[in-house]
């Protein structure tokens, strides 16, 4: 009895590590590549087109939430296995697994490099490290701004809201301020803006140094654009024009189908998430312009290959196939995430390309013009780190708990913290 | 205690018939003597796998500059701790953590008896009620704290609504360390009073019915017999869920991050102004979001130790508290 026991036991802990370790070569002798995804990047049919063409090589999708993604991937990469075979890397995360660029595979030694004129400059330069030795990734979309305003609550106020008028309104950050007052004096009850928060960072992202300078030199403290970032944002938040809403959240959602505020900082990929939130009853109320100020970037992907992976030639082949043009204007049509190559962007079809939900605002004018001018903000390796410090400040702002200049005191000393 | 005593008395029959029956006789007290551990050794086991060695391993970390992805950076000694000391961020943690348990269990426990003394009194269609307060017990954390969530809402939850009603101003449930404590302790209570009070009610029904017969004959009154029979008898009972109460509530994790709406963004600090971060929210910010895994290992260390320390005293009060009858 007792030695029955002691087998079973040991039988089960067998059967638990083995479990533990997976092949990633099937049983029919395929090669089963893995792909670890959050949100949507539109690679379904793709896939699917891949694997018809290539009939020895099996992909599986993996997506989870972002937040999950990165944090799944970090351990994994700490772990040694378990990590898919591609895996995307967010922009704002980007520098920080740069970092760790031993636990990747450098793309260069599988020709990327050969790749590089196909995107933006500064794209390109995001996904590599060592002066361009060490390809980290390949770029899949990106993320430059517009504004998203609800043409009939701008009626209401008495502002246009034809969207070459309303971008007239505001050259400037200052100028979409004052057109806040301006909102607010007529319409009290709404709120002029979902958060500060994406008003500071969108103001910072057009900036080409923000926390860190080119040299990866906390400058934080120093960097007076930071700071005028910051009092912007802030002064929306005392003045209460803003929602004091986590941005994506599901409150932010309820408002966006409330119609609670007006305008809302967009990057060609949060249009699906508004279209999401504020649901058919809105559509044709929500209308996309330029935003203030300079042209701006705010996310956008890369798709890089862990070493665990058993199989990276054939991951590389497939992560170069799937950020291509061709398959990159295919993902603008079906998703809207904006190509991230000037042959994508600057093609006649694409600049085509209306959103029927948005009042038919032609975004591929609009973020195609705003990608143009654009000019990236040099994302430190501890971005992610500092970044999030300032958004909690502004939040505090917001709730009333602090003066603008509390916030600020305390989210420097945070920042400060967390870069060291 | 069996063990030992079979023994004893074993020990005589060798020494008088060492030839009888030799072989068999070897084996049966070899088995009395090993079984018992053989039997309970798959649980030492798994527990060594699953709870002595991560627990070792996690102080080795926390005696290091350990990054998350790219591991260990050398040795630091106590430096961990002593920059926890005086970090005051982990003290507010720490804050947080004992208020949400205190606001949470006390009630909870105490519901829970309240509860069970009712469903002890034989209502109709019991089984119905039983298995009622077990419900919420049964249902995703995530489900739990995501409905909550909405319910404390500050634009368009029902309860700013309700309190409309009575003249209350709407309350920014995510901004005022009180009211976020309120909220995610009726998280919690939500989730544990039916579980602790079906514990309580399957002691208080092995409570001899005569005690409560005689009390009645000496002219005691409900609320005298539920506190000088009823309670004393179970004690064992309050003990036990005083003790995973306990462990449980300092471990608080889910219900505060899913009510903070900036946990799937990355930046969950447990409110703008860490209102609510727990010790585990903490070292999960530390650990999976600022990758620094030396630190929330020394966090994890010192949530370790106080959950020690508390669950001790807990197990000593309640037994002083409920012993009195």
């Known amino acids: 009895m007792s030695t029955r026991l002691v087998g079973s036991v040991a039988a089960t802990l067998a059967m638990v590590l083995v479990a533990g370790c997976g092949g990633s070569s099937g049983a029919d002798g395929k090669i089963e590549l893995s792909l670890g995804l959050f949100s949507d990047f539109g690679y379904d049919k793709l896939i699917e087109e891949y694997m018809a063409s290539h009939p020895n090589i099996k992909i599986e999708q993996r997506k989870v939430k972002m937040e999950q993604h990165n944090t799944q991937l970090a351990t994994q990469l700490a772990g040694g296995r378990g990590a898919a075979d591609i895996v995307a890397l967010e922009e704002g995360v980007v520098s920080q697994f740069r970092a760790s660029k031993d636990k990747f595979v450098n793309l260069a030694e599988y020709g990327a490099k050969d790749l590089k004129d196909q995107w933006a400059g500064w794209k390109w330069n995001q996904g590599t490290t060592d002066g361009g030795e060490f390809v980290l990734g390949l770029g899949t979309d990106m993320g430059s701004l517009g504004l998203c305003y609800r043409a009939d609550l701008f009626a209401a106020a008495g502002l246009p809201t034809d969207r070459t008028e309303v971008a007239k309104l505001w050259p400037t950050w200052a100028d979409y301020v004052k057109v806040a007052d301006q909102f607010t004096a007529k319409t009290p009850n709404v709120k002029f803006v979902d958060t500060g928060r994406n008003v500071y960072k969108a103001i910072l992202d057009q900036t080409e140094e923000g926390y860190f300078a080119k040299d990866d030199s906390y400058i934080a403290e120093s960097n007076d654009k930071v700071k005028a970032a910051f009092d912007t944002a802030a002064a929306l938040g005392t003045k209460q024009q803003t929602g004091a809403l986590e941005p994506f959240s599901q409150d932010w959602n309820v408002a966006l189908k409330q119609g609670s505020f007006a305008t809302t900082t967009c990057p060609a990929w949060s249009l699906a998430l508004i279209k999401a939130g504020a649901g058919d009853a809105a559509a044709g109320k929500w209308d996309v312009t330029k935003a203030p100020g300079e042209g701006g970037n705010w996310g956008g992907s890369f798709l890089a290959i862990p070493k665990q992976g058993k199989h990276p030639k054939e991951a590389y082949e497939l992560a170069k196939w799937l950020t291509a043009p061709e398959q990159q204007k295919r993902i603008f049509k079906e998703t809207g995430n904006l190509p991230s190559q000037p042959k994508v962007y600057q093609d006649a079809e694409v600049l085509a390309t209306v959103n029927e939900y948005f009042n038919s605002a032609p975004v591929g004018q609009i973020f195609a013009s705003s990608a143009e001018s654009l000019k990236p903000t040099y994302r430190g390796t501890k971005d992610s780190k500092v970044g999030p410090v300032f958004g909690t400040a502004l939040t505090r702002v917001e709730q009333g708990k602090q003066s603008a200049a509390e916030a600020w005191t305390q989210a420097l000393k945070e920042a400060t913290d967390a870069a060291k | ?325």
């Open chain 2, 1 to 325: 205690m069996t063990v030992t005593r079979q023994e004893t008395e074993a020990a005589p029959a060798v020494s008088v018939s060492p030839s009888k029956e030799p072989k068999r006789f070897r084996l049966s007290s070899w088995d009395a003597r090993y079984t018992p551990y053989l039997i309970i050794a798959p649980f030492f086991l798994v527990f060594g796998i699953f709870g002595l060695y991560p627990l070792v391993y996690t102080a080795w970390v926390s005696l290091h500059d350990w990054q998350l992805i790219d591991g260990n950076q050398g040795f630091v000694g106590l430096a961990n701790y002593v920059e926890l000391f005086g970090d005051s961020k982990f003290w507010n943690a720490l804050f947080n953590t004992l208020s949400l348990f205190v606001l949470s269990t006390v009630p909870q426990l105490l519901a829970a008896l309240g509860l069970a003394a009712l469903l002890d009194r034989g209502l109709r269609g019991s089984a119905f009620w039983r298995a009622g307060v077990l419900l919420p017990n049964v249902i995703s954390v995530a489900a739990v704290a995501l409905v909550f969530a909405q319910f404390f809402g500050r634009d368009f939850g029902i309860v700013n609504f309700l309190l409309g009603f009575v003249g209350i101003d709407p309350i920014d449930w995510r901004a005022e360390t009180w009211a976020s404590h309120l909220a995610v302790s009726t998280m919690v209570m939500w989730r544990w009073t039916g579980y602790n009070a079906l514990l309580y009610l399957a002691a208080m029904q092995s409570v001899p019915k005569d005690m409560y017969e005689s009390a009645t004959l000496d002219g005691a009154g409900r609320w005298r017999m539920f506190w000088s029979i009823t309670v004393p008898s179970i004690r064992p009972t309050i003990l036990f869920t005083v003790v995973t109460s306990t462990i449980g509530g300092l471990q608080l994790f889910a219900e505060p991050a899913l009510f903070d709406p900036g946990f799937a963004a990355n930046n969950s600090t447990g409110g703008s102004d860490r209102q609510f971060q727990t010790l585990v929210l903490y070292m999960y910010e530390k650990g999976f979001r600022l990758f620094d895994a030396g630190y929330a290992a020394t966090v994890a260390w010192m949530l370790f130790v106080v959950v020690l320390v508390v669950a001790v005293v807990n197990f000593t009060l309640t037994r002083r508290i409920a012993g009195k009858g």
